[in-house]
């Protein structure tokens, strides 16, 4: 492996015939190079995908109340019904596979906007009423101050959380925004705390401008009375969060006289369902991308073998005379073996490189906070790692067959080779 001779005559072999060999690595290259841009590129939609769940519970499940579809206990299809206090301590005592059970009501209800004030500055916002718990499905980040606590639940006090947009819009630069109240509809909320969300791009800035205040406090000072506009939820590790939705309708069926067959009394949408979803969507591309690779880089390979069988019948004498001289069969087909090894490991670390290289340039140039299907397109170290496997495997097994084509030859016979 080390004999300086063996390199010399494997440099020399190289160089007697430097376009074949340029072409015979160009395919080396080639595939290595594009396997590492259909994995990076795979790596991008996956994280551009994946950045689309960012700022949220990935099982977190979301249900609220429609009309009914079907008569049930005398009362009519078409009813419709609004959910209550009393459901919420009947979910959270009967389901235990669930970790999170968050009542919200939105001022005038979901994706309606209402009047927030202060000074002379005024707009319509998203007011929302919450529990503490919601800060575990959706990943608030405190700039200043705190989040809505126990205290402010019991207390029904009128405080305020407000979001970076909020603040831009209502507060001067470098004023002081903890302590200051904000007229929502009528009534003063005195601003307790600063969010940022985790979400990317324009829905983060959206979800920045909302106001959270005390589910309690939400209920008493618009005249809600006891009902709630939908239930957030998240099953406990292990859980599924079907099982808890399943589970949560059928307590709710009971409660409110609903037909144990009717499909359309609630609504729901299941972010554990989506994202699973884009698992296996996922799992399938990167298949994909490995056998496209792996067969690209097979094709170069297979060329690195050809071009290795033409060196030795090219060498063909020169084996023979080497073999009469008392060379030993694994010292001829070591050298052949070293030789391809050699020529893909080089020409494939250099595809994996210009292809990582290219990978980073692509990262570079998207913008911060783009909120595109793409992001951050790389190639993990074990997936390199791999490759350099790949690589070295490749470049043996190329060289296996030539190698054993040349000590197949007798020295007699090759000696005659003209």
Sequence with gaps: MFDIDKWHEIFSSLAKN????TLTALGVFWGIFMLVIILGAGNGLYNGAERGFDGRAKNSLFLWSQRTSKPYMGLPAGRYFRMNNGDFEALKSQINEADV????????????????SRGSESGSYDVLGDYPEIAKVEAFVMEEGRFINPFDMADKRKVAVIGLRIKELFFRKGEEVIGQNLNINGVYFKVVGVFRTKEPGERGIRNTARIHVPFTTFQQAFNYGDNIGWFTMTAKAGKKSSLVAEKAIDILKI???IHPLDQRAFGQFNLEEDYEKLQSLFKGIFGISWFVGVMTLIAGVIGVSNIMLVIVKERTREIGVRRALGAKPWDVMSQIIIESIFLTSVAGFLGMVCGILILDLISILIPPGDDSMFADPFVKLNTALISLGIMIISGAMAGIIPARKAVSISPVDALRTE
Excluded: E, M, Y
């Excluded at 059970?101 to 927030?116: D, L, M, W, Y």
């Design 18 to 21: 430097p376009l074949r060999t």
């Design 255 to 257: 409660r409110h006289k």
């Design 101 to 116: 059970i968050a009542p919200r009501n939105q001022f005038g209800g979901f994706g309606r906007v209402t009047t927030v």
